[in-house]
């Protein structure tokens, strides 16, 4: 007779202990997640989305455009998403974990990253009350947009992004995501 065994649930504290050898650890309720260091597709899909993003959210006062090392926390976890835009903690702040919620996180799949980002990511933002979680999939060339309560979106042509607290939407087509 098999019996279960017992998966190990991670702590913050034991995460923050790990090494620094250019790998991302990121926790979800307890389950650890290793990534290695992007790609260069990777990292181009987020250099133009940065280029789209950052000058939106400075014109209508949204924050920031924040990249990896810069943490979500929330629920005993903590994410780095690979762009999220928010009002930033104070410089003094002595941690991440006041930090405003985002109003919009961006992950950009890869073969390691999909699932993850899909069921334990996914459903660590809706309940962090994360507005609005664009997947990015560079092998579909579509982006999923996520909303609470509302059927998810796909997209391969124009993704608009409409933040709270503006009257104002950015338009952003698709294809130059990944040309």
């Given at each position: 007779?098999?019996?279960?065994?017992?998966?190990?649930?991670?702590?913050?504290?034991?995460?923050?202990?790990?090494?620094?050898?250019g790998n991302k650890y990121e926790l979800v309720r307890g389950e650890?997640?290793?990534?290695?260091?992007?790609?260069?597709?990777?990292?181009?899909?987020?250099?133009?989305?940065?280029?789209?993003?950052?000058?939106?959210?400075?014109?209508?006062?949204?924050?920031?455009?924040?990249?990896?090392?810069?943490?979500?926390r929330f629920d005993q976890s903590e994410v780095e998403p690979d762009?999220?835009?928010?009002?930033?903690?104070?410089?003094?702040?002595?941690?991440?974990?006041?930090?405003?919620?985002?109003?919009?996180?961006?992950?950009?799949?890869?073969?390691?990253?999909?699932?993850?980002?899909?069921?334990?990511?996914?459903?660590?933002?809706?309940?962090?009350?994360?507005?609005?979680?664009?997947?990015?999939?560079?092998?579909?060339?579509?982006?999923?947009?996520?909303?609470?309560?509302?059927?998810?979106?796909?997209?391969?042509?124009?993704?608009?992004?409409?933040?709270?607290?503006?009257?104002?939407s950015l338009a952003i087509d698709v294809a130059t995501l990944f040309?």
């Amino acid at each position: 007779m098999r019996m279960a065994t017992a998966t190990k649930r991670w702590t913050l504290a034991e995460v923050h202990s790990l090494p620094d050898d250019g790998n991302k650890y990121e926790l979800v309720r307890g389950e650890l997640f290793v990534t290695p260091p992007p790609n260069i597709g990777h990292e181009l899909i987020s250099a133009r989305l940065t280029r789209l993003l950052d000058p939106f959210a400075e014109a209508h006062g949204l924050g920031y455009v924040f990249h990896p090392r810069a943490v979500l926390r929330f629920d005993q976890s903590e994410v780095e998403p690979d762009l999220m835009v928010r009002h930033g903690p104070t410089p003094t702040a002595p941690s991440w974990d006041n930090a405003p919620t985002p109003s919009l996180v961006v992950e950009i799949h890869s073969g390691s990253t999909r699932r993850r980002d899909r069921l334990q990511k996914r459903s660590l933002y809706m309940d962090a009350g994360v507005p609005e979680y664009w997947m990015v999939d560079p092998e579909r060339r579509v982006v999923t947009v996520v909303r609470a309560g509302q059927p998810d979106a796909v997209t391969g042509s124009a993704l608009v992004w409409s933040p709270a607290g503006t009257d104002a939407s950015l338009a952003i087509d698709v294809a130059t995501l990944f040309d």
